[in-house]
Structures are given as structure tokens and as C-alpha cells.
């Protein structure tokens, strides 16, 4: 913020006033040269006499009290031995030859006839003398008053008490101090020097030393680099071989690393380097002392309570602040940059066996998210911000690790992730271990470890809890604080101390403190929740040395076997060994359904945890177990000390430990949020551009100050203050203003954020991708009914199931996953609404081997399931085998979809119309499955369970087609429909059929009624385009959408719907890129398939996914903005999250962004328009006139006005309704460079307007202000005149009116009025305002020194001054009240400002006049925006 100069108090620089243009009272309105003014309320100076009866009359000492007596200052004391005598100016009697007294003071002020400012005190002298009878009333200025001047050998009667000026101490820089200070600084840098060539000598051979090595254990099988000891069972995986740095490659960089690579180099500590480590900070807190001193002596706090008693004089102080104040930004600037590698640099780097220290350096990834085209602008500062990042390495994070020791092996611990030193490959690698990629093979290690292999690895993996490190707040602050904004900030300060602004300085410093507080609390507060989310540790039971016992899960290692209980939290990643468990999986997957995890099968089954096959045997740390087969585990367990076996039962559930800390989901979620990925928008883009800008323009002004201000010492401090008025340090806080008051709106909706620079992001977003089933639909299927196959004909569709036949009701009453738990079931909503459809229920049956649930109908008949394979995506299906108890037969049935089926089962069992009926049923929204049974007769059931799947699943025949209906939740149309309302494409991306998905789409809206669907299938290896509603074949699709898109019409008559296969042809063609924006509907996708058409869609433009977060987790994270519809509160799935489970969540979110993005676009304008119409405006005018506005004015403006408006313009509220548009996410686009220099323009026009009318004022001419004439010691008085009156008044309406100026933006935020903090603030500001423009003399306009004066001065004006109160005015008039309808007119003219900034912005900027434009420009130049069909 803009400080006007403080000119020094006492033996001060003088400033004279020489506006370029124009002189001083030269002239009036008519152009006649101005009268010579006669100049009152001047003081005069003392009298001294030979005789105290020598003084005048009226200056005579009047008779003293008794007991008192009259001394040489023309008082009355008790005793005369320690008065002093003025008139001796501090010499002693015996250097005069007359020894004189000094009369009385005279209090009254005098007035001088045709004031000159050259011969002021000689016309001061000869009017007092005159006042006081010592020259005639008649005498003429230059006539001989009699009274001679100040002189040691004067003999006159009288003189006047003119000391001659003392010798102004001067610093010759030799002093005691100064040396002092040279000696530190050499010494400082010879030790620096001495200590660098010290360094390079040890470090000659480093360069060899340093090692590249992956972050990421490797995923084939390295039994070599195993280590020193080959584990019994489990192969240690590491990291791939550390990559030698070539011997004669000595400036190997992390800039040259491999994405996922790192450099390690490791340091050990040197005596000598912790010297100068110490000295280094110990000179960071001397500059900032010593900048501290100099400002203390300014105000005589450092050597004798006399100001500049250390450094002599004004003029010396300036320079050496100056001075040290660039030093100690150099200093400071240095520091900030090297902090990460500061301490390392005072170490020696060795080898990493020999290490203290480790650091290790990485390039830190930035995903850049823009729209359209950059300006070339933008893409020029971008490309040479790029080339200084890789010259100079910024993109490259460098953190030091200690290097620990357990036995002989070391270690380091980056990231919350374990390296340990591998000798053989000589560098740190982090470890995993494979205990198989077969259930087989994973059951083999039921035994658990020893505890010697426990401990190995525990060595090698690290302890089984993420630490994460809050600092304390003292700490926090100070980590805050040491930060290149807050650099800028306490070095502003510094100036504004100084130069004796220390109110607004101490107003903005506790701004500033009280900002940091703010920030530093929330984010510790943050950083506990991620602490508490990470730090989970209980007790659990482990087999080790083949005995239970009780262990801290932070002891956990891949390998162990666990006891499960009902109720306990897992705290690994693992694999069911034995028994079921039902878990909660909501924090993980933001999925409420409780999910059913199935032991191990003892067969050669692949196991992948990644794969969606594998899941239904896998649990995830971070999950809760609901329900687990068996809780009791009898007598309480032995010690890890004693290893004494437990006489109990064996636990009926047990897991087997995969992975642990952050090789786990939940760890590397931690991960990604102690150490999140960077993200940079558009804003950020463009902020460099922005900053760079201002820069240079705060640069053109300072120039003009330095001019303007006579090029010496004290313009330089003018000048730094317009630089920091150009660019107000608020401007980086004012981008973030608007998201964090949109993530607390959204968190009132009942939807959390996470990351919140998205919110910004959801304000561009144009593509809305949606799941299908329990997003768009209602999660859960109703079940609808049953058509059987008989003969390979289908009979009618049957609701009530009792008319099935024995074969359909087992059927259905057993192929499923439900289970019941607590008399719930729970399970896939599907399988559970099939189940309670048929009546039955189930009986879990322990006690019998082969049967796993026993099923008992509603007339008794039982059922026995003797084996259940789960559904896999790969598969599309899931089978069982059961043996029904009456007739002993054991029965198969195959349930899947009606594709899969089909190709599965026999082939005389198909109907011909098979895929007729079951696409009718589609069309009708109908969820179809197909059932397929087959008859194995009587068996043996061991036999049956040792059976592989293809096997048990060969030879079965269709019996039925199983019918659920998905309805759609009933505000889905409404919300469709308000997203294309708001120029945002609909997509579905669903794992179910294309044909339900076509008919969901077209209930909904995504699809017109009259649309054509066109669906996209392989078959017989080719793509073919077929009509949903005829089923012709169409030939040519390019043809269809080439019509389609010359019709011009946002709404597409045909709309092209794919399936997976289909998809991935596309995609293997290269032709998906064409064909993506015309496709509406992708079905029969998979998780990997949807992540696939997310990212292709985020090429095209910013692109959102929705969806229920389960099979859509991957795409949610993947996509620009991702929101999925959990009832867990900031669910880790995406950056967003509902507890709403409707789609209104994302119109709501996108209006959120919407308004979010442009409050921040408001705030940014706000203050750029604060940076012109402070630094350009009223800077450079007030520097031209040599005026200064007064300090209330600035106090005003910095200490309340910004603060406050920038805060009520981020309270504008959102928009009802999505607007058909996007607010610019542009900082130097041109609409916002028309926002910002239209009202520059306008305000320029106006101030400039207004201070010519103020020169054709007859009152004013010849009154002009003339710094010659002014005391500027007094620089808080410099605002005393009319110049400094207009200028206050003008850029005060000025800058309240661009806060409601930027309050528009009614598309994206409600109406102004709305916004009801802002329109009270901007009332009553501008209400403040005018009172003091239109106001008489009053206490309150005469606290902004604004038509005020001195009291008498009032007083002769006509105008009541009882309770006016102020310091004397500082100009010849001794006040600065204009006439009233000067001020009414002058009101008017900024009341038309404010109108004419307001109408800019509304008509022309936001308004029809910007539309056309646009328009104009778009149809001769193109739209950079790829354009589709909504």
C-alpha cells in the first residue's frame, strides 16, 4: 500500500514543490498575474533586550509573585541558577559583549502584508515589530525596524533570538559502528569463501557418490536383489537397480530424472559447516535486527532518546536504511530460496553407507488444467517461466532424511515410506513382498511367520502406522510466516515505520498477524484430522511361531496371519483365509452397502487385489468389519514373550496380511494428501503473467515518483511505495477468497471438498459424465418378474413366484452373494432384492463341511449350497452348485448377463428369438439377467467341490430370463435439464446394457424424445452401427452425424450409444477422437473402460464425473472433477462428495464453482483496480502537485475500506440457475482487461475532470498549493490544501464504487442487491464519504483534515467552530473549506463516476454491448472453445 513520504522531523530534507506543467499561484482565472497575499496566524520570533524594560508594551513581564523572582527567559521562577537563557543559544555569557534577556513570549499571531515566501522571516520580524510599536504603522517592508539580528557582539538595545544553526552532525562512516559492521560483513565472507573452497575440496569426488533409484518397488519377481537373507516364504520385491551416475558425469541433476525417479546424495556433518550454518542464522535475524535498530533510532530509541543519535542526521540515516534495506532483501530472498538445502550445504557430501543425512531430490509433477486457446502473451511468459524452472531447477523438491539404524541395517524414512540401504546395489530402495499370485499359493501361508522373519521384514517394510508430523502453533506460524508474500510484506513495513507511518503500519500488521493466525489454525486443524485419519493402531491376535498372540497392528508385516473379530478396524491390506467377513467399505469406496468378503479357494485361481475378480476375497485397511464367521477365540492368548500355546479353538476367521503403511489404499490415499500432486488452472497460468504486468507498471510509477519527487533520497521511498501500491500484497489471497467461501457453501449443501482448488475448476466445467445405476436410477433394482424357457421358447413373463417351476424357484432362491447378518441382508442390492422375492431364507449351517448356506423355503423345502463362485466383471456371471435335500441332486445354475449367457450355455437351449425378446425388455428400462441351469444328478459332494468353475458352468441350458427395474430418482430430468440449460454436455458411462441405458436416457432427457439412437456392437470382429428402434443397420454413421450437425441444432436428432467393445474398437481405429462428442451413451463399461472414456474426454474440454463410488472410483479420481454420492462425509473417492445421493448435487456444485470462480475473477479486479486508481490516480496526481492526502484518508482506505470490501464482495450469492455460459477463467483475457481499463479509463477521465474544475474556481487560483511555503517537516499536514481535498474525495468514491462495480455478475451470482453485506458496507462508506465531501466544518470532516481549518480561521469563514479541535493548519489560508456548491457540484461529479463505472460495467462489459462484441469477434476470428451438441 501506498505510503506518502514521511519527511523527516527536525533538521529535515526540504521538498519544493515544481508541478512540470504549471507554476504555483501564477496566474488566476482570467490569466491575470495573481496579487501578492497577505498571510496570517504567522507566530513571532522571541525578543531579546539588554533590559527587560527595553520590551514593548505588549511583550512586558508582568510583576512576579511573592517569593519569586524574574529570570532571564522573561519568566518567573523561585530561583533563576538553572533557567536558561534563550538568547544565549546555548553559548556562555562571557562569549557576548552585552549580555540580553528574552521578553515574554508573545502569544497572538500576527499578519503579514503581501506575503513572499523568499522573505518570510525577515516580513514575520518586521510585522511583529511593527504589532509591537518598534516601527511605525506607516512604515514600508525594508525600512529599518531598529532591531538588529542575533550576533555575540551586538550592542543594540534589541535583537532578535535568531541562533545561528548548529553544525548538522554528519556520519564520515569511520565511526566505531560502521567499522564494526565492515568488519562482520568481510569477515562474514571471507568465511563463506574460505568454507566453499573447503567444501569443494572434500566434495571433489561426490558427484560419483550420488544414486538414482525408484520411488516404487518393482513388479516382476527379483529374487536377487532379495537382499542378504532369502525369507522361507514371501520373495522380498525392491525397487529397480539404483542407476550408477556415470564417472565422468559430474552434474547429474534431479532435472534429468525419469518420471517416478529420485536422486539421493548423502551428507555427514562437519564442526566447521555447523559453525557456519549457526553464523547463517544467526546473520538472517541480524539483518532484520539491524533494520530494526535504524528504524529505532529514527524515533530516538537507541542513544539518548535523540533522534539519529547513531547515525548522525537525516540525510546519513536515509542513505544507510537504503542501503541495508537491499542487503537485507537480498539476504532475505536468498534464504527463502535455499531453505530446503540450506542446512545440507554446511554438511559434506560421502557416500550413502557414510551418511548422517540423506537428501534425496525429485521433480515435482504439475498437471496444468486449461481451456481453449492461451494468449500469446500467456504462452510467452509460460514458456520462459518453464525455461528458468528447468535452468535453475525449481521443479525439483528436495527433503533431507535422517538415516536411521535397526542392527546392521540402515535406513531412511521419505514420504512415510521405508528405503533400506542395499549394499549390493549401494543406494536405498523401498521393499514389497509377493506371497503369491495364486489363492493356492496364498493359502499355503495359513502358518503365518516366525519371529525372526517377522522382524526381517519389519525391518525392511517399517512399523505398520503412518506418522504424520503437526507442528506446534508457534512453529506453524513460523513456517507461515517465512514465505516470500510475507517477505514483501515485512520489508514494506519496515519503509512504513521509518518515515514515521506507524499507524497504518501497525494497523496492517495486525492484519497480517491476525491472516496468518487464521491460516495457520485451519491448516493445523486439517493436518490433525489427516493425523488422526493415519495415526489408527489397536491390538489384534497374530499367529507367530504357530501360536496366537496378542500384537500392536503397528507390528503387522506382509505375511502375518490375523485373527478377525467382529467390530475391529483393519488396519492392512489383505486376503480372507478362512471364514466370511462383512465389511464397511464407505470410507474407502464412499459405498453405504455393507460388502461380503469370501475366503481363499483352494484352487490355482489367479489373485490379483487390483482386479475386481479378487476384491470379493481382499480387505482394505481403513475398513471396519461388521459381521465375521465366529467372534469367540476362547482362553485369552499368550505373550510374544513366553510363545506358550493357547488351549482354544482356532479362530473361525482369519486374514493374511498383503501389505501394510503406505504400500495399502488407505496409505497411499494419506500420501496423496500429505503430498498432493500440483495443480495449476488457468488463474495460475495467468497470475505469473498478472504479477509481471504490475510489476512493470509499478515500475513505470516509480519512475514517475522519483521524478516527479526531485531524484533524491526521499524519492526513492515515495517510489517504493507506488511499487507497492501497484501490486497490493493482498492480490495472491484475493484468488483463493472466492473458493473458500464456496467450499463452505457446499459444505451447508451437504457436499465436502477436499482439494479445493477444484472448486475453481468446476466453474469451466462443459462435459458431465454420469453412472448409470444409483446416480442417475435409484440404487436399488425392483424386481419385476420372471419369463421362463421351455423348449426353447419363452413363455410369459411371471410376477409371482410361486408359478415358476421347482427348478426356477431354487434358481433364484440360491444363486446370489446375499448373506443375512443380524436378520439383515446384506449384499449386492440386486442379489438381495432376487432373495427376498422368493420368500425364502437362509440358515447358515457351520456344522456341516460342504454346505456353506442352507436355504429353507416357505414350504420347508431345503436346499444346501455347496459351492458359490462369485460374479466377475471378466466374466459377466457368477455361479452355484446346490443339492437339493429331497432328491439329493445336485443342481448348477449360472446367473449373468443375457450376453454372456448366451455364449456360455447350450446352444439348442436358446430360443431364436432370444435376442428380439431380451432387447424389448431393454428398450422398456428393464434390468435383464439370464439364468442357466444344469442337472449333475446325485454326486459326491467332495467331489463336486473340488470341480473346477468351467467345469461345474459347462453344458448348462437357459431356463429363464431373470427382469428388475432401475427407476430414476425423480429430480434426475430436472437436473438434466438444467445442466444443458447450462451449456453442459450430459454423457452415460454404465456397466449395464446399452438398450436399458438408451431407454434411462431418454426418460431423463439426455436423450430427446424424437432422438434417434444409433448403437455401435462387434460383431464378428467387425463395428456395426445399428438403430435401437428398427434395428437396421446403418451403413455410413459419418453421413448421419454430418446431417445431423449441419441442422445447427443443440439438441441432436441422433445420438450414437456404444458398447465397451465397441469402445475399445474405436479406440484401436483411431477413431474415437472423431466419433467421441457424438456418442451419448457408453455401455457395458468397466472400471478400467470408464477411466479409459474420462480421460478421452478431458482432452476435449473439463470434464466431470459422477457416480455412486463404487465400480466408478477410478473414474471419479481420474476426471478434472469428480463428485461421488456418499453418505461418508469428504469421502477419499473423489475430490467431492454428497451425502445428497442426487445428481442436484452437481448443478449445485457447478453453480458453486460458477459463483466461486467469479468472486475470485471480482476480488482480482477489485485489487487491480485499487493498484491503478491508487498508484496511477491518486499516487502520481498528489506526487505532481506535491501533496500528500491525509493520514485519515489512508488509514480509511488500507485499514478498513479494502479489507472489508474484499470480504463483502466474496459474499455475493450464488445463481438459482446455471447460466448458459461459463465466467471467464482468464485473468488477462479480454474481458477482464475491459473491466479493469474501462473503469481505469473512466476514473482517470473523471479525477483529471474534476481537478480541472477545481483550477477554474476563482477561489482557488492564486491559492495553489507551493511546498515553499509549507513546513514540510509536517509531511501528515501535507494534505492541508484543495488539491489534496479533491484528490481524497474523488479516489475515495472511486475506490468504494469498483466494489459494487465488481458485485455484478448476475449469470453466475444472484442479483445485486443480494448481496447484503456488500450493499450495507458500500452504503455506508460511500454515506461516510459524502458527508465529508458535502459536509460544514465539523469534528468528523476535520478528523480527514477535509473542509476544515484552524478555529479561528473557521470562525471568520461564518462557520461554527465550538467543536473543532484540531492541529494548525499547515498553508497560508490556515484551512481548506470549499464552498458549498463547489462541494454539492463536485459530489455530483462523482456521483455521475460511480453511475457511468456501474453502467460500463453492466451494459457494456457484462451487458449487451459485450455480448455483440463477442459475437463479432467469434464470427470473424472462430470460437478457440470446441464446439458440440448438448
Not at 516527479?708 to 497490493?728: C, E, H, I, K, N
Not at 464482495?1209 to 440457475?1217: E, G, L, N, S, Y
Not at 447484503?1316 to 464519504?1329: D, G, I, N, R, T
Amino acid at each position: 500500500m501506498m505510503r506518502y513520504l514521511v519527511l523527516v522531523t527536525g533538521l529535515a530534507s526540504v521538498a519544493y514543490a515544481f508541478p512540470a506543467f504549471n507554476v504555483p499561484n501564477s496566474v488566476n482565472v482570467d490569466g491575470d498575474t495573481c496579487p501578492v497575499m497577505d498571510r496570517s496566524g504567522l507566530m513571532c520570533p522571541v525578543l531579546c533586550v539588554r533590559d527587560f524594560n527595553n520590551c514593548p508594551d505588549l511583550i512586558q513581564p508582568s510583576e512576579c509573585p511573592a517569593g519569586e523572582q524574574l529570570c532571564d527567559d522573561g519568566a518567573c521562577y523561585d530561583s533563576c541558577d538553572d533557567v536558561e537563557n534563550p538568547c544565549l543559544c546555548g553559548m556562555s555569557a562571557s562569549d557576548f559583549d552585552v549580555l540580553y534577556k528574552a521578553c515574554p513570549s508573545y502569544s497572538t499571531s500576527v499578519t503579514v502584508k503581501q506575503y513572499n515566501p523568499s522573505t518570510k522571516q525577515e516580513q514575520i520580524e518586521f510585522a511583529c515589530a511593527q504589532t509591537w510599536g518598534l516601527v511605525s504603522r506607516n512604515a514600508t517592508f525594508g525600512s529599518d525596524t531598529s532591531v538588529a539580528l542575533w550576533a555575540t557582539n551586538e550592542t543594540a538595545t534589541t535583537m532578535w533570538n535568531e541562533c545561528p544553526l548548529a553544525a548538522e552532525p554528519k556520519l564520515s562512516f569511520t565511526e566505531t559502528v560502521c567499522l564494526a559492521f565492515y568488519g562482520i560483513i568481510g569477515a562474514e565472507v571471507l568465511l563463506y569463501l574460505l568454507w566453499h573452497a573447503y567444501k569443494s575440496i572434500r566434495e571433489r569426488h561426490a558427484a560419483q557418490m550420488r544414486r538414482v533409484c525408484s520411488q516404487l518397488p518393482k513388479t516382476q519377481v527379483s529374487p536377487s536383489v532379495a537382499s542378504d537373507k532369502q525369507y522361507e516364504k514371501g520373495v522380498v520385491q525392491s525397487g529397480p537397480s539404483s542407476i550408477d551416475v556415470p564417472m565422468s558425469d559430474a552434474t547429474v541433476s534431479a532435472s534429468q530424472l525419469p518420471a517416478g525417479s529420485m536422486l539421493l546424495r548423502g551428507y555427514k556433518n562437519d564442526i566447521a559447516g555447523l559453525f557456519m550454518y549457526g553464523l547463517t542464522l544467526l546473520s538472517t535475524a541480524g539483518w532484520i535486527a539491524l533494520l530494526m535498530i535504524i528504524v529505532l533510532d529514527y524515533y530516538g530509541k537507541v542513544k539518548g532518546g535523540v533522534a539519529y543519535g547513531l547515525l548522525a542526521n537525516s540525510n546519513d540515516s536515509m542513505s544507510v536504511f537504503i542501503f541495508v534495506w537491499h542487503l537485507a532483501a537480498i539476504w532475505l530472498i536468498a534464504m527463502l530460496a535455499c531453505k530446503r538445502r540450506l542446512r545440507n550445504y554446511f554438511r559434506i557430501e560421502c557416500s550413502l553407507p557414510q551418511a548422517r543425512v540423506v537428501q534425496v531430490e525429485e521433480r515435482q509433477e504439475e498437471v496444468i488444467m486449461t481451456e481453449g486457446r492461451q494468449n500469446r502473451l500467456t504462452q510467452l511468459v509460460t514458456k520462459a517461466y518453464n525455461a528458468v524452472v528447468l535452468k535453475f531447477g525449481l521443479n525439483i523438491v528436495a527433503e533431507s532424511c535422517a538415516t536411521q539404524h535397526i542392527g546392521a541395517n540402515q535406513f531412511i524414512e521419505y514420504r512415510c515410506t521405508r528405503y533400506v540401504f542395499i549394499e549390493k546395489a549401494g543406494s536405498f530402495e523401498c521393499h514389497a513382498f509377493v506371497l503369491g499370485e495364486t489363492h493356492r499359493s496364498l493359502l499355503d501361508c495359513h502358518n503365518g511367520l516366525t519371529s525372526a522373519e517377522a522382524d526381517a521384514r519389519l525391518t525392511r517394510v517399517g512399523e505398520n502406522f503412518i506418522r504424520v508430523y503437526v507442528p506446534s502453533f508457534p512453529v506453524g506460524l513460523l513456517q507461515e510466516l517465512f514465505s516470500y508474500t510475507y517477505l514483501y510484506q515485512m520489508m514494506c513495513l519496515f519503509v512504513w515505520f521509518y518515515f514515521n507511518y506507524f499507524k497504518l503500519a501497525l494497523v496492517q500488521l495486525c492484519v497480517i498477524l491476525i491472516s496468518a493466525f487464521i491460516k495457520v489454525f485451519i491448516r493445523l486443524r486439517s493436518e490433525r484430522r489427516v493425523k488422526m485419519l493415519a495415526e489408527r493402531r489397536n491390538q489384534c491376535r497374530v499367529r507367530r511361531n504357530g501360536v496366537w498372540v496378542d500384537l500392536d497392528t503397528a507390528d503387522l508385516v506382509p505375511g502375518d496371519v490375523v485373527a478377525v473379530e467382529a467390530n475391529m478396524e483393519v488396519m492392512c491390506d489383505g486376503c480372507v483365509l478362512r471364514g466370511e467377513v462383512v465389511v464397511d467399505e464407505s470410507s474407502l469406496t464412499g459405498e453405504a452397502m455393507p460388502v461380503r468378503k469370501l475366503p481363499l479357494k483352494n484352487e490355482a485361481i489367479a489373485y490379483d487385489p487390483q482386479n475386481s475378480a479378487s476384491k470379493a476375497y481382499s480387505v482394505y485397511a481403513g475398513t471396519r468389519v461388521l459381521q465375521c464367521t465366529g467372534s469367540s477365540y476362547g482362553s485369552a492368548p499368550t505373550s510374544l514373550d513366553t510363545m506358550v500355546p493357547v488351549d482354544s479353538a482356532e479362530p473361525q476367521t482369519q486374514i493374511l496380511v498383503l501389505r501394510t503403511r503406505t504400500a495399502t489404499d488407505k496409505g497411499k490415499l494419506i500420501q496423496r494428501i500429505l503430498f498432493p500432486i500440483r495443480y495449476s488452472f488457468v488463474l495460475d497460468e495467468q497470475l505469473r503473467v498478472s504479477i509481471l504486468a504490475l510489476l512493470a507498471y509499478g515500475g513505470v510509477v516509480f519512475g514517475l515518483s522519483i521524478w516527479l519527487m526531485g531524484a533524491d533520497r526521499t524519492s526513492w521511498y515515495y517510489g517504493l511505495f507506488v511499487v507497492s501500491q501497484a501490486f497490493p500484497p493482498l492480490l495472491p489471497a484475493a484468488l483463493v477468497i472466492g473458493q473458500s467461501v464456496a467450499a463452505d457453501r457446499l459444505r451447508r449443501q451437504q457436499i465436502f471438498c477436499i482439494d479445493l482448488p477444484r472448486i475453481n475448476l468446476c466453474g469451466k466445467v462443459r462435459l458431465m459424465l454420469f453412472d448409470k445405476t444409483g446416480t442417475l436410477t435409484h440404487s436399488g433394482m425392483q424386481f419385476y418378474s420372471v419369463q421362463e424357457i421351455a423348449n426353447t421358447t419363452f413363455g410369459d413373463a411371471e410376477q409371482n413366484i410361486e408359478k415358476l417351476s421347482d427348478q426356477i424357484q431354487i434358481g433364484l432362491a440360491s444363486c446370489h452373494a446375499a448373506t443375512e447378518i443380524d436378520q439383515q441382508l446384506i449384499g449386492n442390492p440386486v442379489d438381495v432384492e432376487q432373495f427376498q422375492a422368493t420368500g425364502w431364507r437362509i440358515e447358515n449351517n457351520r456344522e456341516d463341511a460342504h454346505s456353506l448356506d442352507t436355504l429353507i423355503a416357505p414350504d420347508h423345502r431345503t436346499v444346501h449350497v455347496v459351492r458359490r463362485f462369485e460374479f466377475e466383471h471378466a466374466r459377466q456371471s457368477m455361479s452355484v452348485a446346490v443339492q437339493d435335500a429331497a432328491t439329493r441332486h445336485v443342481h448348477v445354475f449360472v446367473k449373468g448377463s443375457f450376453e454372456r449367457i448366451k455364449k456360455i450355455a447350450r446352444v439348442d437351449s436358446v430360443p431364436a428369438d432370444y435376442d428380439a425378446v431380451t432387447a424389448a425388455w431393454a428398450k422398456q428400462g428393464c434390468y435383464v439377467l439370464a439364468l442357466a441351469h444344469r442337472d449333475l444328478g446325485e454326486m459326491d459332494l467332495g467331489s463336486v467341490s473340488r470341480m473346477p468353475r468351467a467345469q461345474l458352468e459347462a453344458g448348462c441350458s437357459l431356463v429363464s430370463l431373470l427382469l428388475f427395474r432401475n427407476t430414476l430418482k425423480e429430480d434426475t430430468p430436472q437436473a438434466i435439464a438444467e445442466l444443458r440449460g447450462g451449456d453442459t454436455r450430459s454423457v452415460m458411462v454404465t456397466g449395464d446394457t446399452a438398450l436399458t441405458a438408451a431407454y434411462i436416457a431418454r426418460e431423463c432427457g439426455m436423450v430427446d424424445a424424437t432422438a434417434r439412437v444409433v448403437l455401435g456392437t462387434i460383431e464378428d470382429d467387425a463395428l456395426i452401427w445399428r438403430d435401437t428402434a428398427t434395428d437396421k443397420v446403418v451403413d455410413d454413421i459419418n453421413a448421419e452425424i454430418c446431417a445431423v450437425t449441419a441442422q445447427d441444432s443443440q439438441v441432436s436428432q441422433v445420438e450414437l450409444a456404444v458398447t465397451e467393445a465397441a469402445f475399445n474398437w474405436l479406440i484401436k481405429s483411431g477413431q474415437i477422437r472423431h466419433l467421441l462428442l457424438h456418442i451419448r451413451i457408453f455401455a457395458r463399461m468397466t472400471p478400467q473402460g470408464k477411466i479409459t472414456c474420462v480421460n478421452l474426454h478431458m482432452e476435449r474440454a473439463v470434464t466431470a464425473m459422477c457416480g455412486d463410488g463404487g465400480n466408478d472410483t477410478g473414474a471419479l479420481r481420474a476426471a478434472h472433477v469428480g463428485i461421488a454420492l456418499s453418505e461418508a462425509e469428504a469421502s477419499i473417492v473423489s475430490p467431492f462428495s454428497s451425502a445428497n445421493p442426487s445428481i442436484m448435487s452437481c448443478v449445485t456444485l457447478l453453480r458453486e464453482g460458477r459463483a466461486g470462480l467469479a468472486t475470485t475473477l471480482a476480488a482480482y479486479k477489485f485489487l487491480v483496480n485499487y493498484a491503478v486508481v491508487m498508484a496511477l490516480l491518486l499516487e502520481v496526481t498528489q506526487f505532481y502537485f506535491s501533496v500528500i492526502v491525509p493520514e485519515a484518508v489512508w488509514i480509511m482506505v488500507d485499514g478498513f475500506t479494502t479489507s472489508i470490501m474484499i470480504l463483502s464482495i466474496t459474499q455475493a450469492q450464488t445463481a438459482k440457475k446455471l447460466a448458459p455460459s461459463r465466467p471467464t477463467g482468464q485473468l488477462i483475457g479480454a474481458h477482464t482487461l475491459a473491466s479493469i481499463w474501462g473503469q481505469a479509463a473512466i476514473n482517470i477521465a473523471f479525477l483529471y475532470g474534476s481537478i480541472g474544475l477545481l483550477f477554474a474556481q476563482s477561489w482557488f487560483r492564486c491559492n495553489e498549493f507551493d511546498s515553499s511555503d509549507i513546513d514540510t517537516s509536517l509531511w501528515w499536514l501535507l494534505g492541508d490544501n484543495y488539491e489534496a481535498e479533491v484528490i481524497s474525495i474523488v479516489c475515495l468514491f472511486q475506490f468504494i464504487n469498483a466494489a459494487g462495480v465488481y458485485n455484478f455478475g448476475y449469470r453466475y451470482r444472484r442479483v445485486w442487491a443480494t448481496n447484503y453485506l456488500l450493499v450495507l458496507m458500500y452504503s455506508a462508506f460511500l454515506a461516510v464519504v459524502s458527508a465529508i465531501a458535502l459536509a460544514d466544518p465539523n469534528r468528523f470532516g476535520c478528523v480527514f483534515r477535509i473542509n476544515c481549518g484552524n478555529t479561528q480561521t473557521v470562525r471568520d469563514l461564518g462557520y461554527s467552530a465550538s467543536t473543532v479541535h484540531i492541529s494548525e493548519y499547515n498553508n497560508p489560508l490556515g484551512h481548506n473549506v470549499m464552498p458549498r456548491q463547489f462541494r454539492w457540484t463536485l459530489w455530483a461529479m462523482c456521483v455521475v463516476n460511480a453511475v457511468v463505472c456501474l453502467a460500463y460495467e453492466k451494459l457494456v462489459v457484462l451487458g449487451p454491448v459485450g455480448r455483440r462484441v463477442k459475437a463479432w469477434w467469434v464470427a470473424k476470428h472462430g470460437d478457440s472453445k470446441i464446439q458440440f451438441k448438448l
